[in-house]
């Protein structure tokens, strides 16, 4: 990751990325740990779409997932009872929706290429909404 990247990244990091957090917790109802791979999310010469693209690739769909999940007290005591932890990266680089989120040990896995396939947000928030639904 060159300098561009990490300023980027830090500046995201610092901002929208609070807010995202604080999104998270008002849906969910608690603190549940969230592990971002800032560097395998960062690619060279991208730097200018990271403010859009990882929103809509990563945030906004966990964000409406989970939203969905937890509408009634039975999701959210699911979620508070399963999840403890949610780690964003790209290391298999998908682009797939059915193929960008595992759920093992209480481990939500969101595995997505950075800045591909960004407006298919509605299916990967669907892809992680059944995910979850069927082991919680």
């Given at each position: ?40 999310i ?21 964000v ?19 999840l ?53």
């Amino acid at each position: 990751m060159g300098l561009a990247e990490r300023r980027i990244a830090k500046a995201f990091q610092e901002n929208e990325y609070q807010d995202f957090l604080k999104e998270f917790k008002n849906v969910v109802g608690k603190d549940i740990e969230v592990k971002v791979d800032w560097n395998s999310i960062s690619k060279d010469g991208m730097s200018h779409l990271y403010e859009q693209c990882w929103p809509q690739v990563y945030f906004q769909p966990l964000v409406k997932a989970l939203e969905s999940i937890c509408s009634d007290e039975m999701g959210k005591e699911a979620i508070h009872e399963s999840l403890q932890k949610i780690v964003i990266k790209d290391e298999i680089h998908t682009a797939t929706p059915s193929k960008w989120s595992s759920f093992e040990n209480g481990v939500l896995t969101l595995d997505h290429m950075p800045t591909t396939n960004i407006d298919n947000m509605d299916d990967r928030a669907k892809a992680v909404q059944m995910l979850l639904e069927n082991n919680l």
